[in-house]
């Protein structure tokens, strides 16, 4: 395992040894500080911001999920990164078609259109995920069996 | 003073200690464990494992060595190479996402530095973490042809995918009595906690959903059978000039007079010889038809149906061999492969044609009038377009 452990950090570290010889030669020095900005930033944003988020989103979906239920909880989170990721793939591609392009043939999708409709379905679902979830948990309770299913 | 800046710093993080460990706290979840970080880990691992092999292809058929011969065959190769890049691109959003929320809490971890390999673990996962999401935004931006970075795409996306490459090797090797020990529990054994912000379940479910439904409704761009899901993607099958995309049109690439100009021909420069072949000329030597897809670098592509004289066929009615890479000039004035070089195992490929027309009817100007190359296997940047000069070197 030690063998093999320091292979793959003397491997990796050549890797990007490679990573830096490209930068240095096919990338003009005045360029470097904008790459460094973006990864930087690129951290900044992941770790101030959507990671925090998520996190909100969770401690939320804790306080819940004793009222509507496991199942209904976990649908609206799944459709909720379903939608997250769906828009992170369509926004750049609403962005670039308001810029324009001299090309015809780019962008041709009604992408804000079905970035909408992406969204009514995902909330469509969720919604009757927390319906259902929520009337099975109150008919649990109902039945003086709430403190033993919800955990 | 020493003792000073001692005082200082133990105060510091007398201070911070709380908070961190409150954060470490709040963002934790049992369902944040190292098997879902080694589980998630593996698959993104393996998507970036994708994106590096089929990228490095990419580059090496857009710069060859000239010791390393290319295959021509399948013709589709690249078609598919540079069609999985993409997807499995798009598919690393979800994965990455994944990843970084079952391992957020670490960031809060105290003491932040414990010795001094503590410290260059963590920078390495720095580097990690800022160069794939990096890596991945700007490829997504790419393949929509918006440049907002500043700084050039295909140099910068390849260099880092190098350090991405490599610091993902140094961060298996630093976390690999972790990993072997996940991949070593016996089947069966006890589950982790059950989870406080989401369930197992909801998060393994929620993100292959995600990683299923962004695959879905984008890779239609290049694969035919998903084209009907293509909702999100850059390019859609069928459309543009005779029903196919283009990636420079004539007017981007400088040549809307030159290409129509009823003087064009085409030189072919040998060592031996130099020839002028005008369109009629072109056209009066024996034509063959040929299905070669267009693939392009941003990931679409599509089949087409091709027609005209075989390279082959010309470079033998000039009396010329294909030993060393053929140089194709463009008419174009802009763009960077306005002049490109072409491997011989390429040039001696029967179904490499410089082709006149497609799908039916003469090229149209965009997709490259009079006269275009193309070839079996080749990204479309290589498919020059509007040819002025085809030039033998021995």
Redesign the interface.
Known sequence: ?RI??????A??????????L??LD??PPE?WL??A????S??VL??GV??PV??A???G??RVRERIG?TG???A??AL??G???T???L??I???A?G?????????S?GV??AV?WAVLAAVAAVAVGWSAERERAARDHGEGTART? | MADLTGRASARLAARLEPLARRAHA??S?PVKSSRSAVVIGRLLGAAFLVCFATGLYSHLLQDPLPWLPLPTRPAGLYRFTQGLHVITG?AA??LL?AK??AV?PN?FAWPPVRSLPHLLERA?I??L???S??EV??G??NI???YP????FR??H?????????????????K??VI?RVWRRTVGDAPDA?G????R??FV???A???A??VL??AGQSVDALAPF???????MG???QGL?????A??AGVTETAVAPDWSLEVLTPASMHALTLDDLRRMPQSDVVLPIACVEGWSQSASWRGVRLVDLLAEVGAEPTAPLVFTSLQTRGAFGRTEMPPEYARDPLTLIALELNGSALHV?HGYPARVIAPGRPGVMQTKWLRSIEVTA
């Open positions: 395992m093999a452990r320091v292979l793959l950090v491997a990796g570290l050549g890797l990007v040894g490679v990573g830096g490209v930068l096919e990338v360029r904008g790459i900005v973006w990864v930087g690129a951290i992941h770790d959507v990671a998520a996190v989103v969770g401690l979906a804790a496991r909880v976990a649908v989170q799944a990164l379903v997250a990721v769906l992170a793939i369509a750049p591609a962005i670039s078609q810029r392009n001299a090309n015809p043939t780019i962008l041709l999708g992408y079905s970035l992406a955990k | 709040t963002a979840d798009i959003v979800p996402l970084l929320w957020f960031l390495s720095a580097v973490v800022g160069a999401l990096v935004v700007i997504l931006l929509v042809q918006w970075f500043p700084f050039s140099a910068t390849f260099a880092l995918a190098w350090i991405v490459i490599g610091s993902l090797v140094v961060h298996v090797g630093v690999l009595p072997v059950a406080r912000f989401v369930t379940r909801a479910g929620g993100v959903a995600a990683t439904s962004a409704l984008t293509n909702v999100f993607a850059a390019r859609r459309t543009g000039p995309p283009v990636n420079r049109t007017a981007q965009d």
